[in-house]
């Protein structure tokens, strides 16, 4: 019957419209052309049965294509749906029927392919391979790929493994896999699908498409037809669309009904987590073995994405967990915060005090996150430094509200108002609040450790962001028990302490004591096994070290910290990027100097150490000095602050005095410097005012700075200061026509900078070339500047081009917000009103991108926006 209906089971389905081919996916399957099997596994929507349709209209080889039914997963129709295939795949010619039994099917198998003519290259493709689950069935294609056959090849598309020794498979090297990961589409492939739908997006609304879908084709594709031929596309990329043809309706009937109940409903309860285990689901649902449901669910490929090797942590696509907290709020609406507070029990009862906190918050339950924070939870986001910046505890919390007439509770909310203002103030605010912390305190604090050390821990960071050591150095005594007082047994809390205050007599020039702190935070981090908080302070020596251009040691801790980084997958903390640009710096090596100060961004968490956003200001200034931009260094020095810790203080002004003295206005430098005269920053402002008096001329005055650094010992005289004081004092004998004594000089200066300090020696090149050019010998010590010099060093190589670029309106103000002007300020001096400046404020912040005003300016500095 020549017109007879062909059965569609045994077809290769036909492209969809406006399909694009992708190049890289089927280079993979070509690749793995002389292999057994290959293993397309993905959930639904994941593009496999396209691809390998694309692929078939592509290939030479005959092609045997079956999509089983359910009702095909039994042995004898799934025979004879193979038989079909294979006779297909033959010219449609028909032999003798086979009669499959009940277990034969290696024998089948075997029956089949036997009767085929020269097979040649031949390609079996099973579709939908996941509804084969009988055992005969499974046998009969095992022995198909152990008993392979050159130009044979087997393909299965499943959405999830089918059960067959894959491991033997991989081991034996028979099989090529391609899975979800695999499949995902590239943001190439994306901008192509959308290109062919006539979409296009701005980068912003693109990245954020991207994201959203994981590259998961059908999301792609649905969304693509959705946007096309609409005026603004970009409004369909951040809604959420139940209606027919839309990815909800797709997600719902493909992959939530497809579930038992009681996974739907373990998905459903639990999709307001960002991250879920099964003892957690357990916990929110109330039902057992939701650990086995995740894990079956993920080898399902089911939208559920294990987090780790041990599959014990998972997460939900994100287009999916939208879909399911949709449906969590209809049919749950009164009874999430019950799922919510059910997750902070089991976060507290496991201690992780940080995730019972951030759901105690976003279930509005005030009294159990005060409890949280006050009696372990602030501690617990200092030692793990917890963004709480974002959580709303302000809008939740109103600060200092008496409770009734419980003493107690009084007491923990007070404590935790002084804690959330700690968090958000900045210098000026924190000396405020640390003015009004009571002194004694209440005896409800007294006599409750947990609250008393979370006092303490309050009282400390106020302490660092007021650059008051002494309120530091008083709260650190007190946590680490230095006066028999109570300790909060959290790991990480003296380690984190110390570092605390290392970092405060660090930026405070009180240096005689900072290894000794670093050397017993560095030992309490590792006996607490705290890697995050060890990093810290390895970067912490690395730039104390470089400090005192003490460069093995420097170079030590940075290797140290380098492996701990890789081992435990952590970021770079900003110490140790900053140690990086001071070793370059003072080694002269202009091409490094840049570098490591790009894209720092200092995390605001609890904890963050206030010094270092100083120090990178100057850092990034310093580097504009190098670069020639005198300007720009000077408007960065000047925004520096009032209230900022007296080391950066002097290091500030010292950066300033130089450059008023190179461009001549030397006394303007000396008068700058004229406080720091005696006193415990004599020494290192000593050959700053030394070359301020050589541009007057006034070399007694240079001659009396100098001899205060090279007569007097002090802490503050590291190698730097010792080989710079050396260099002028050469300069100040030459220009007494003592050329022997600077000869000698000379050499005292090349003998303390064994090699390693070399930024002083380009500086004054030009000063000794005649001296040198008579003592040759002393020439060829002389260090050997880069082949280039600082000012032709280009700039950072930071990209300035922005998805959406600023308005003018937008810049002026955005250089205001460097500044420490208040919004109404900005609008008087604009002649605006106070809303415009928000909205503009607004869209800065959404242009950068940022979420605060510092966040803000140090973006724009990257940008070389101000």
């Known amino acids: 019957m020549p017109n007879a209906v062909r059965d569609s089971r045994v077809m290769v389905p036909q492209l969809p419209p406006r399909h694009i081919p992708r190049s890289r996916l089927l280079a993979e399957l070509d690749i793995a052309a002389d292999l057994p099997l290959t293993l397309l596994s993905a959930g639904p929507g994941a593009g496999k049965t396209v691809l390998l349709t694309d692929w078939v209209r592509r290939s030479a080889a005959r092609i045997a294509w079956l999509t089983p039914t359910p009702a095909d997963a039994e042995p004898r129709r799934f025979w004879r749906l193979l038989e079909g295939a294979l006779r297909e795949a033959n010219g449609g010619e028909r032999g003798p029927p086979i009669a499959p039994a009940r277990g034969a099917g290696v024998d089948l198998v075997q029956t089949l392919f036997s009767r085929l003519p020269d097979p040649g290259r031949l390609v079996v493709i099973v579709d939908d391979a996941h509804v084969l689950t009988h055992s005969d069935v499974l046998e009969g294609l095992d022995s198909l790929i152990r008993g392979w056959q050159p130009g044979l090849r087997l ?3 499943s959405r999830s493994d089918p059960v067959l020794p894959l491991h033997r498979y991989r081991l034996a090297g028979q099989m090529h896999e391609l899975r979800a990961c695999d499949l995902a589409m590239t943001p190439a492939e994306i ?15 693109f990245d954020l498409f991207v994201a959203r879908t994981e590259g998961w084709v059908a999301g792609v594709r649905l969304s693509a037809m959705r946007m096309a031929g609409t005026g603004y596309p970009a409004d369909f990329v951040s809604e959420l669309a139940l209606d027919p043809g839309s990815i909800g309706e797709y997600l719902t009937n493909e992959v939530l009904h497809r579930q038992p109940e009681p996974q739907r409903r373990l998905l459903i309860e639990t999709s307001f987590l960002e991250e879920v285990t099964g003892p957690l689901a357990d916990a929110v649902t109330g039902m057992t073995g939701c650990g086995d449901m995740l894990a079956s669910l993920a080898r399902e490929n089911s939208f559920v994405i294990p987090l780790d090797a041990a599959q014990e942590r998972y997460r939900y696509h994100q287009l999916f967990a939208e879909i399911l907290r949709y449906l969590l709020r209809r049919q749950k609406r009164q009874g999430i915060r019950g799922l919510q507070e059910r997750a902070v029990a089991w976060y507290e009862a496991s201690g992780d005090l940080g995730h019972a906190v951030y759901w105690a918050v976003r279930a509005g339950n005030r009294h159990h996150v005060v409890k949280l924070m006050a009696r372990g939870g602030f501690a617990h986001a200092f030692v793990n430094r917890q963004d709480l910046s974002g959580l709303g505890l302000r809008d939740l919390l109103p600060l200092r509200r008496p409770v009734g007439g419980n003493a107690l509770r009084a007491a923990e909310f007070a404590i935790v108002s002084s804690a959330i203002e700690a968090v958000f103030a900045d210098a000026d605010a924190a000396a405020r609040e640390l003015a009004s912390v009571p002194s004694p305190k209440s005896d409800e604090i007294l006599a409750d450790p947990d609250l008393l050390v979370t006092s303490d821990l309050v009282e400390l960071i106020l302490g660092q962001k007021a650059s008051d050591v002494g309120a530091v150095d ?12 109570p300790v909060l047994p959290v790991p990480g809390l003296r380690a984190a302490v110390l570092l605390a205050q290392a970092s405060t007599h660090l930026w405070h020039g009180l240096h005689e004591d900072v290894g000794a702190l670093l050397d017993e935070a560095l030992a309490e981090a590792q006996r607490d096994g705290m890697a995050g908080i060890e990093l810290e302070v390895l970067g912490m020596m690395a730039f104390f070290d470089s400090y005192w251009s003490r460069t093995n040691h420097a170079d030590d801790a940075a290797r140290r910290a ?5 081992h435990n997958d952590l970021g770079q903390p900003p110490a140790l990027e900053l140690a990086a640009t001071l070793r370059s710096l003072i080694a002269g090596e202009p091409d490094d100097w840049t570098r490591p100060l790009q894209g720092v961004v200092l995390p605001d968490v609890v904890g963050s150490d206030p010094g270092l956003a100083v120090a990178l200001m100057l850092g990034q200034a310093n580097v504009r000095l190098a670069l020639g931009q005198v ?9 520096a602050g009032r209230h900022i810790p007296p080391l950066l203080a002097v290091l500030r002004d010292i950066m300033l005095a130089d450059l008023d003295t190179s461009m001549g206005r030397p006394r303007t430098a000396l008068r700058l410097l004229r406080n720091y005269r005696s ?20 070399l007694r005055g240079a001659q009396d700075c100098v001899h205060t650094v090279l007569s007097t010992p002090g802490t503050q005289a590291g190698r730097f200061v010792l080989v710079e004081a050396f260099l002028c004092d050469a300069q100040i004998a030459q220009l007494n026509g003592e050329p022997d004594r600077a000869l000698e000089i000379l050499i005292r200066a090349l003998d303390v900078a064994r090699g390693e300090v070399v930024l002083p020696f380009l500086r004054m090149d030009d000063a000794f070339a005649a001296l040198l050019a008579r003592h040759p010998a002393i020439a060829g010590q002389w260090p050997v500047p880069r082949p280039r010099t600082p000012a032709d060093v280009a700039a950072p190589a930071i990209s300035r081009q922005l998805p959406y670029p600023l308005t003018q309106r937008e810049l002026t103000i955005l250089r205001f917000l460097a500044t420490s002007m208040s919004t109404s300020e900005m609008a008087d001096e ?14 800065i912040y959404r242009k950068l991108p940022a979420t605060r005003r510092r966040e803000a300016v140090l973006r724009a500095r990257q940008l070389e926006l101000i």
């Not at 300007?631 to 925004?639: D, K, P, S, V």
């Not at 604009?830 to 869209?843: F, G, I």
């Open 679 to 698: 006193g415990e920053f004599a020494i290192p402002t000593a050959v700053p005012r030394a070359r301020a008096y050589l541009a007057l001329n006034d």
């Open 562 to 566: 380098d492996a701990l980084r890789k």
């Open 155 to 157: 393909i299965l598309a």
């Open 631 to 639: 300007n720009e260094a000077r408007i960065m020095l000047r925004q």
């Open 474 to 485: 008083a709260a650190a005594y007190r946590l680490l028990g230095r006066g028999g007082m």
């Open 830 to 843: 604009l002649c605006l009103s106070v809303n415009t400046v928000k909205t503009h404020v607004a869209a």
């Open 191 to 205: 901008t192509e699908v959308l290109a062919i739908h006539g979409v296009t997006l701005p980068a912003r609304d």
